[in-house]
């Protein structure tokens, strides 16, 4: 079975990992992606008068690590996995009180019914009183 690759932030960072993640996709040392990154901004910026200013690629850095999923084993997928686990601890809690609501409830109207005493009669299902 053929494993795909996933491009994601990296670990190996700097500012949030999009250019180590671009380097471990591609398998390419990280500081040669980050050097071609830097000089592709400088070029850019310079050719176009700066219409495409150095704003644009900060823009254009923040929507790709927004946009890429963090990295395997960060601090963001163990938020994630702790709020999982908070989620799943509530849903237990409640299957639990539920379970405990219809288990007072069938004890409720298991009970016996009570005894009533007419007259010095004891009434109950299996000898109901009598009409005169």
């Known amino acids: 079975m053929k494993q795909t690759k996933k491009l994601r932030r990296s670990n190996n960072r700097v500012v949030f990992g999009v250019l180590g993640g671009f380097a471990e996709y591609f398998k390419v040392d990280a500081k ?3 050097l071609a990154f830097l000089i592709v901004v400088v ?15 900060l823009l254009i850095y923040l929507l790709a690590t927004i946009l890429m999923p963090a990295p395997v084993g960060s601090w963001l997928n ?18 639990k ?24 009669e004891v009434l109950d299902e299996s000898n109901p009183r009598k009409e005169k």
């Open 32 to 34: 040669i992606v980050r």
């Open 43 to 57: 070029l850019v910026t310079i050719i176009s008068h700066a219409h495409v200013g150095l704003g644009t690629w």
């Open 78 to 95: 163990i938020f994630s996995q702790l709020r999982d686990a908070s989620r799943a601890q509530q849903a237990h809690t409640e299957n």
């Open 97 to 120: 009180t539920r379970a405990n609501t219809q288990r007072a409830t069938r004890q409720k109207t298991d009970r016996q019914k009570p005894t009533v005493v007419i007259d010095g």
